[in-house]
């Protein structure tokens, strides 16, 4: 049985006073079914680590360098996310592939660093609006499996996000089967090359509010959800672990 993950990213947001959040969040559901991750900016990694040290939440960055160390101003090595406190890190996010240059190469080395470091990384993967309009969909996340998820990755130490570009923050979703036919396809193109691809999660992304969570979570293959705007207040994302938890 894959173990449901409810997963906030809080992108560019959030600053000291936004703690808060995570202490109502941990007092809302002090014990869920599912495991609760936040990655907030790494700024506050480690001040909420360490307060939901013994809770619910677990931590995690948005970004890891390949390498453990070096001269790579305002870069951050997966073994210092790993001694802040961080327990995952998401990796190839498209808001990083399209702002930074990210390659599926970048991505991959990347994970390998995560996963040599401790880390859980949590891989992301998704189509533009162009492509899916081009019925290039499972091309493209295809040829972003093969290069962004290392050989080393397990169940134990890999999570697969499925993030439509078109889908994030706009406010649209997939319809339920264009979920599932691109989730059954991720499980597929996995179990060519994991002997436990059946116990990697597939985390959904893009546009999950506590009004759509339920049905995106009955849908097959959805493991969970990688949540931004709404993992940002505590009753939003409550309402979605609820949904997780129901599911
Ligand atoms: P939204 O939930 O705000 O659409 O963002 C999704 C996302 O990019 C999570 O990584």
Excluded at 141 to 168: C, F, H, K, M, R
Aim: aromatic share 4%; charged share 20%.
């Amino acid at each position: 049985m894959r173990r449901k993950l409810a997963a906030g990213n809080w992108k560019m947001n959030g600053t000291g006073a936004s703690l808060a959040e995570i202490e109502a969040l941990a007092e809302a559901h002090p014990t869920p079914r599912s495991e609760v991750l936040i990655c907030p900016p790494a700024t506050l990694i480690a001040q909420m680590a360490w307060e939901a040290k013994g809770g619910p939440v677990m931590v995690g960055g948005q970004d890891c360098h390949a390498k453990a160390s070096g001269a790579h101003t305002g870069d951050i090595a997966a073994g210092m996310l790993k001694d802040a406190g961080a327990s995952h890190v998401i990796l190839g996010h498209s808001e990083r592939r399209a702002d930074h240059g990210e390659t599926d190469a970048d991505v991959r080395a990347k994970s390998e660093a995560a996963i040599g470091a401790g880390l859980i990384a949590v891989i992301c993967v998704g189509e533009t609006e162009a492509q899916r309009d081009e019925g290039d969909t499972l091309k493209v996340i295809g040829t972003q499996l093969a290069g962004s998820v290392p050989d080393a990755a397990t169940a134990a130490n890999t999570v697969i996000a499925y993030e439509p570009v078109w889908a994030i923050g706009t406010g649209r979703t997939p319809t339920l089967d264009q979920i599932a036919e691109v989730h059954d396809f991720i499980r597929a193109e996995l179990a060519k090359r994991f002997a436990d691809a059946d116990g990697i999660r597939l985390l959904y992304g893009g546009s999950v509010k506590p009004s759509n969570a339920a049905e995106i979570f009955a849908t097959s293959n959805v493991d969970g959800a990688l949540v931004g705007g709404a993992s940002l207040k505590a009753a939003d994302f409550g309402a979605i672990i609820a949904a997780l938890d129901a599911a």
